[in-house]
């Protein structure tokens, strides 16, 4: 990026910045000197200036009274950085993350992780949205008759699974698998229905993958530590954006909203 493009990015996303260096530029010649120097290096060091403050995002550590009662659903189809994309734009969704399940080894690892799948875990308000509305999104995002892997990725970790949570999530799991048959008695649906036992979360460089792919979008966020970025529902929500599975009218949404900063040349998204 040369200097004329970093002062217009400047100009859009940290007007306060260049209007304070352009009051000091009618100060004395020794600040003037000084001031000319500091925003030349701004320029040839490439960093940017927006600075996160603590009042720029709330505190996605705090779960509104609302969200007490979440309910959490496990699934398994193919590799969770996609998988968790899949569900984080959801409405109801309030947290999802990656990991692995399904398996016997403990402490499992990305580059260990032995009998275990990898999996997404969706924390959901069951006012808004359901299991069986979840269960929909599961069938429609990958192919449940690839045996051994899922599209390009070929494995066991890529197998496809439902995990339940007593007898009713069983029932519901039975139901519509039998119903995802019945599009197709050519070949056989091969997904698992298995009750859910440890769940392990997944590296901290596995978590929101999509979004981390996608600098700018952090920066909008105000470059949220990364324990937050796990807890949050922004979070989610861009994760599922920056990968282009939001449903069309959310992915239209978080647009309009995105030009609407760019265009007040403030770099702020908040929690809902």
């Known amino acids: 990026m040369n200097a004329k493009m970093k002062i217009q990015v400047l100009e859009l996303l940290c007007p306060h910045v260049l209007q304070t260096v352009m009051a000091l530029l009618q100060t004395t010649i020794c600040v003037r000197i000084f001031t000319i120097l500091f ?102 995002s990958h192919d449940s008759r690839q045996v051994f892997g899922q599209g390009p990725d070929v494995g066991n970790q890529y197998r496809s699974i439902i995990f339940t949570n007593g007898t009713e999530e069983s029932r519901l799991a039975a139901v519509s698998k039998e119903r995802e048959q019945l599009k197709s008695r050519g070949s056989a649906v091969t997904t698992q229905i298995q009750e859910l036992g440890a769940f392990y979360p997944a590296e901290a460089e596995h978590q929101k993958f999509e979004l981390k792919r996608n600098p700018f979008f952090l920066q909008l966020m105000g470059n949220l530590p990364e324990e937050e970025l796990e807890m949050s529902t922004l979070a989610a929500n861009m994760n599922g954006y920056a990968a282009d599975l939001c449903p069309p009218k959310t992915q239209k949404q978080i647009d309009a909203k995105i030009n609407d900063i760019i265009k007040k040349g403030w770099p702020i998204l908040r929690e809902k």
């Open 39 to 140: 925003f030349l290096v701004f320029l040839l060091s490439g960093k940017s200036c927006c600075i996160r403050t603590l009042n720029r995002i709330a505190d996605s550590n705090k779960i509104p009274s609302s969200h007490h009662s979440l309910k959490t659903a496990v699934f398994a189809l193919g590799c969770f950085w996609r998988s968790e994309a899949v569900f984080g734009c959801l409405d109801g969704v309030v947290r999802t993350t990656v990991g692995y399940a399904g398996g016997t080894k403990l402490n499992p690892e990305y580059r260990s992780l032995g009998d275990h799948a990898e999996s997404v875990r969706v924390e959901y308000d069951p006012k808004l949205t359901s299991f069986r509305q979840l269960l929909e999104v599961f069938w429609s």
